[in-house]
């Protein structure tokens, strides 16, 4: 199985911080855009947040980050939520992991949530790794950060989130075959 890995130039090297940078983002071969279809169509998808770089309440900061997501992928709606109705698509989930290790793949990010220790930034910055998973396996992974946040409520945290959101669900994957049905594909 093939995937395929970008890694996108560092953007705004010298904006401060001000905008975020994304470090790394993977599709994988199994990643398809019917995917969402299938999972979508207003139904919840699971959104598990670990890890908090602020000094707040843990279930009050998951669900700040499930709404900043609203919107981001494309096709039919779907509510990131950190509690899904039953009617939610398994074993489709998004995990997101703020300021915990340094450095993992979608892999070990969707096989299993990682030991996440107190990691609250007293400079700002937010380290966020972020998968979309069908059960252990990743369908896309990103690595993204930037400084100079003050709380989860600051726009630049909004958008470090958002733009995570959008690199998790492309529009397509650069291996898709036209008029292919997975899983034939």
Same mark, same amino acid.
């Given at each position: 199985?093939?995937?395929?890995?970008?890694?996108?130039?560092?953007?705004?090297?010298? &904006? $401060? @911080?001000?905008?975020?940078? +994304? *470090?790394?983002?993977? =599709?994988?071969?199994?990643?398809?855009?019917?995917?969402?279809?299938?999972?979508?169509?207003?139904?919840?998808?699971?959104?598990?947040?670990?890890?908090?770089?602020?000094?707040?309440?843990?279930?009050?900061?998951?669900?700040?980050?499930?709404?900043?997501?609203?919107?981001?992928?494309?096709?039919?709606?779907?509510?990131?939520?950190?509690?899904?109705?039953?009617?939610?698509?398994?074993?489709?989930?998004?995990?997101?992991?703020?300021?915990?290790?340094?450095? &993992? $793949? @979608?892999?070990?990010?969707? +096989? *299993?949530?990682?030991? =996440?220790?107190?990691?609250?930034?007293?400079?700002?910055?937010?380290?966020?790794?972020?998968?979309?998973?069908?059960?252990?396996?990743?369908?896309?992974?990103?690595?993204?950060?930037?400084?100079?946040?003050?709380?989860?409520?600051?726009?630049?945290?909004?958008?470090?989130?958002?733009?995570?959101?959008?690199?998790?669900?492309?529009?397509?994957?650069?291996?898709?075959?036209?008029?292919?049905?997975?899983?034939?594909?």
């Amino acid at each position: 199985m093939k995937r395929i890995l970008f890694v996108l130039p560092l953007l705004a090297a010298c &904006s $401060g @911080g001000s905008v975020p940078i +994304a *470090s790394e983002q993977r =599709i994988e071969s199994r990643y398809h855009l019917q995917d969402l279809s299938y999972i979508a169509a207003g139904r919840d998808l699971k959104t598990e947040v670990l890890g908090n770089p602020f000094a707040v309440d843990q279930t009050a900061f998951a669900d700040t980050v499930a709404d900043h997501l609203q919107g981001v992928n494309p096709g039919p709606e779907i509510n990131f939520t950190t509690r899904p109705a039953p009617t939610a698509r398994e074993p489709y989930f998004v995990r997101l992991v703020f300021n915990g290790p340094s450095g &993992s $793949g @979608g892999t070990a990010l969707c +096989a *299993s949530a990682p030991e =996440i220790a107190p990691a609250v930034s007293p400079t700002g910055d937010v380290r966020v790794l972020g998968a979309f998973c069908r059960g252990d396996q990743p369908m896309t992974y990103v690595s993204a950060h930037n400084g100079g946040i003050t709380d989860m409520n600051d726009p630049k945290f909004r958008s470090l989130v958002r733009q995570v959101g959008v690199l998790l669900f492309p529009l397509r994957n650069p291996e898709d075959i036209p008029n292919c049905v997975p899983p034939n594909c």
